[in-house]
């Protein structure tokens, strides 16, 4: 296979699971990683995610196949620009951040050119509220999609790049995603109403209810599971979403807006026969959900 | 023990899940049980949450020594109205409605009298998305609230009512609950907070999401856990939740108020520092929760 050689740039809670992935479902070959954080990157080693620590993430790109990105969009930009120069054909980068446009905008100059490395977007769709290679987890992508985002340039890349690239897009396959490909704005408008938009919901909420209430253990033990689960993304961090605002602004504001405008037509019609359309609707599109895994 | 005849009337979700949890929790004494409708009734009768079933509710009612009243908010109303005539003292109501003020209001001229029945306010804050006697689970309430409303009327109901009462505070604790006392009117402003935003939220982002993807498998194939949980109360029944945007609509109007203008803050501020301290007043919150049962 043409995949011997992995570099994680990146070694949190998402690029800790995909090397805990690939070695639980069969990869053989080399897995070597480097993090801002050195603690990060020793836990990343000692859970299984990577073999080895480098000390020169540059060094450590120049002798790889495959290059993964993962970590905040901005990092993930900052990587692609300095990376570029110093990588050749025959070698993929690929990441998983949740910005597709301002990343493949990025790549577009700088990759799948004739001398250049291939760049071939993807993004899996599974997180958790915690980051951190100590909540790494190799079924952590079980179940959920593996999003992908070719571009010209990525479908005219170097025939020793495409290798790499059919190669990798067979690994979430492994990992019991399943494989979707999108355009980067088809890809950026879902996302922001799937993904980013009951992120900054919970983190609305949550924050309001940190504010309404200042003696917390009047409230917190009344709570039921509704609460848990509304507020669970409240701990997200916002490291990591500050760059998705910041990259997917218009999609965003525009699925705010909507649930703004939605939350005051319901609020108007708390006690008219619109109610009852509202819960229809909403039961309908839960009656479309596939059963939950388990 | 003073708590032999137990009806419950109305044997959904709730109703059924206390028979089970009785009877899991060593209550030796009669279940009886009835409801409007006979599928629901036969199934209660199916599961064990009940040993007989009634075909007049009211002559049941008189016969028992407390009447679990369990079912939207204006049913409860109803059965409270109802029955204050037919029951005497010596004879407990108490209810697993999720609105207090309303049903403190009607049973106040009703109950608590000389030669009436005691009545006693509950409100158990744990439940499904899906209704009915199918989905009762003996475990349902364990770790959740069972909040109490005592009134001037309550407390000074007829001692054998009053034995009955204090006989039933001690069957949530049984159940693994927490007992909490709350005024009604404290106890409808938490709880718009803490279960009703949170139902007519995700109620009103589902109704969106139906009305913004007419292909449904579009969407659906990509979005993972936050998605899932966002909208999982979008499945709730119409049915219970208008009785209680009719009962409790000014606090649930003016928490629906706020998120408004709180996602229209985090709107306005997708690339400013506020989006950071949102973060934090979120991340702050979410601290202060108490790790999920298991």
Same mark, same amino acid.
């Given at each position: 296979?043409?995949?011997q %050689?992995?570099?994680?740039? @990146?070694?949190?809670?998402?690029?800790?699971?995909?090397?805990?992935?690939?070695?639980?479902?069969?990869?053989?070959?080399?897995?070597?990683? *480097?993090?801002?954080?050195?603690a990060?990157?020793?836990?990343?080693?000692?859970?299984?995610?990577?073999?080895?620590?480098?000390?020169?993430?540059?060094?450590?790109? #120049?002798?790889?196949? +495959?290059?993964?990105?993962s970590?905040?969009?901005?990092?993930?930009?900052?990587?692609?620009? %300095?990376?570029?120069?110093?990588?050749?054909?025959?070698?993929?980068?690929?990441?998983? @951040?949740?910005?597709?446009?301002?990343?493949? !905008?990025?790549?577009?100059?700088?990759?799948?050119?004739?001398?250049?490395a291939?760049?071939?977007?993807?993004?899996?769709?599974?997180?958790?509220?915690?980051?951190?290679?100590? !909540?790494?987890?190799? !079924?952590?992508?079980d @179940?959920?999609?593996?999003?992908?985002?070719? =571009?010209?340039?990525? %479908?005219?890349?170097?025939?020793?790049?495409?290798?790499?690239?059919?190669?990798?897009?067979?690994?979430?396959?492994?990992f019991?995603c399943?494989?979707? &490909?999108? &355009?980067?704005?088809?890809?950026?408008v879902?996302?922001?109403?799937?993904?980013?938009?009951?992120?900054?919901?919970? =983190?609305?909420?949550?924050a +309001?209810?940190?504010?309404?209430?200042?003696?917390?253990?009047e409230?917190?033990?009344?709570?039921? #599971?509704?609460?848990?689960?509304? =507020?669970?993304?409240?701990a997200?961090?916002?490291?990591? *979403? #500050? &760059?998705?605002?910041?990259?997917? =602004?218009?999609?965003?504001?525009?699925?705010?807006?909507?649930?703004?405008?939605?939350?005051?037509?319901?609020?108007?019609?708390?006690?008219?026969?619109?109610? #009852?359309?509202?819960f229809?609707?909403?039961?309908?599109?839960r009656?479309?959900?596939?059963?939950?895994?388990?």
């Amino acid at each position: 296979m043409p995949i011997q %050689r992995i570099a994680i740039l @990146g070694t949190g809670l998402i690029g800790a699971s995909v090397g805990l992935a690939l070695r639980a479902h069969g990869y053989t070959g080399q897995i070597a990683g *480097w993090d801002p954080d050195p603690a990060e990157l020793a836990i990343a080693g000692e859970i299984g995610a990577i073999e080895s620590a480098a000390t020169d993430p540059v060094d450590l790109a #120049r002798k790889s196949d +495959l290059i993964l990105l993962s970590g905040p969009v901005f990092t993930i930009l900052e990587w692609l620009d %300095r990376l570029a120069p110093v990588l050749q054909s025959g070698q993929l980068v690929t990441d998983v @951040g949740s910005v597709k446009g301002a990343i493949c !905008n990025c790549a577009e100059s700088r990759y799948n050119l004739v001398h250049t490395a291939g760049f071939l977007a993807g993004h899996p769709m599974a997180g958790k509220e915690v980051s951190g290679a100590a !909540n790494a987890d190799a !079924n952590l992508f079980d @179940g959920a999609a593996w999003l992908f985002t070719e =571009t010209a340039g990525s %479908r005219s890349m170097h025939p020793a790049s495409r290798a790499l690239a059919d190669e990798w897009r067979t690994w979430p396959t492994k990992f019991n995603c399943r494989i979707i &490909d999108l &355009d980067a704005t088809r890809h950026d408008v879902l996302c922001a109403w799937v993904s980013h938009l009951p992120q900054y919901l919970s =983190t609305a909420l949550t924050a +309001l209810l940190q504010d309404e209430f200042a003696a917390k253990d009047e409230v917190l033990p009344i709570g039921g #599971r509704a609460l848990r689960e509304m =507020t669970r993304l409240g701990a997200s961090p916002y490291s990591m *979403w #500050r &760059d998705v605002a910041f990259t997917n =602004t218009e999609a965003i504001a525009a699925s705010l807006l909507a649930l703004e405008q939605r939350l005051a037509h319901l609020r108007e019609n708390l006690k008219t026969p619109e109610l #009852r359309d509202e819960f229809e609707r909403a039961n309908q599109f839960r009656l479309s959900f596939p059963p939950p895994k388990k």
